[in-house]
């Protein structure tokens, strides 16, 4: 096979959810009344933010070849934690900072602790003391929640201050700044992933662990760091759904984790590990969220949601199944 060809090839598999997503796009426009509007599709991109960032941390643990299921929980911790300390009503506590800018930076801050520190304890639990992911994320999913019910008493923490809630206000050319910052952080995570030797070695570790020793890598330390990124991520995803919302009620982000896992999925990334690429994962994300958005517009029950997002799923597994015999094949 010739260079060229193998290229080609390689280029239609890496990215065949970007040509799903094109052709999705075409048929609504086409068919769905109101749908092809500039509007449109910049509510898709920011509606997509929170699910979109939580799912980079996401994929880059599958890419690692493990798995958090715990990403949902520790955005509502964020959020709430957010909620709770810089909120004006309910049960905020309406801390205030001089000059007033700082409350921005320094909830963002906190919230990325609460996150790493998640993922830092999922880290130790799977890569130090050797458990399975599964079973450690598992449990961090349903304690965490837990811990957000017993920090909130069931109650809410409403009224964020003016200086955070213009993250969610603001527009810049014509996009939501909420959907800037979701295209900035997936720039910034492929490019790490892609051009540093931290995203090499993520993708290493996933796909041949022995090769990994083989080549003097700390395989535990990369692990480790995917964990404390995906809990980081998914605390800058709760910061941002807490500024949307301003605020946060204990079950905030409930169904998310979903949406995240079937991204990722649907995105190219490989449940076995060491296959995927971040770009493919942001274009699961659109393609989900333009599937929810032409659905609301032709006004069906939210149930064909649902029914759509299994068969999308189902259907990327068996499709990143077929890639993994065709590269065999042809590469």
């Not at 540093?196 to 993520?202: A, K, L």
């Not at 990722?264 to 493919?280: A, D, F, N, Y």
């Amino acid at each position: 096979m010739t260079p060229a060809r193998r290229a080609t090839i390689e280029f239609l598999l890496d990215n065949l959810v970007w040509l799903m997503l094109i052709v999705v796009l075409i048929v609504f426009s086409l068919t769905v009344p109101r749908f092809f509007q500039f509007g449109i599709f910049a509510n898709i991109i920011e509606q997509s933010t929170f699910v979109g960032v939580m799912a980079i941390g996401l994929a880059i643990v599958i890419i690692s070849g493990n798995l958090d299921l715990s990403v949902e929980s520790t955005a509502a911790l964020a959020a709430m934690v957010t909620g709770l300390l810089f909120a004006t009503q309910g049960i905020g506590l309406g801390i205030a900072l001089e000059p007033a800018w700082l409350i921005l930076p320094v909830s963002l801050a906190i919230a990325m602790l609460v996150g790493a520190a998640v993922g830092l304890a999922n880290g130790f639990f799977v890569v130090r003391l050797g458990m399975s992911a599964f079973i450690v994320t598992l449990a961090s999913f349903i304690w965490v929640r837990g811990l957000v019910v017993a920090i909130s008493g069931g109650r809410s923490a409403q009224s964020l201050p003016a200086a955070i809630r213009v993250v969610g206000t603001a527009d810049i050319l014509g996009l939501p700044l909420l959907a800037w910052i979701s295209v900035g952080c997936f720039v910034l995570f492929s490019f790490i992933m892609a051009k540093t030797p931290f995203g090499r070695y993520v993708t290493l570790v996933g796909g041949n662990l022995e090769a990994t020793y083989r080549a003097g890598i700390n395989s535990n330390r990369i692990l480790f760091v995917s964990f404390v990124l995906a809990g980081l991520l998914a605390g800058v995803a709760g910061w941002l759904l807490a500024i949307r919302t301003s605020g946060a009620t204990a079950n905030l982000g409930v169904g998310m984790l979903f949406n995240a896992f079937a991204a990722v999925v649907i995105g190219g990334v490989s449940l076995k590990g060491g296959i995927g690429k971040l770009p493919g994962v942001y274009a699961g994300v659109l393609l989900l969220y333009s599937i929810h958005t032409a659905i609301n517009l032709m006004g069906l029950p939210a149930h064909y949601t649902q029914m759509i997002l299994g068969a999308l799923v189902l259907a990327a597994v068996l499709l990143d199944t077929l890639k993994l015999r065709l590269r065999e094949k042809l590469l």
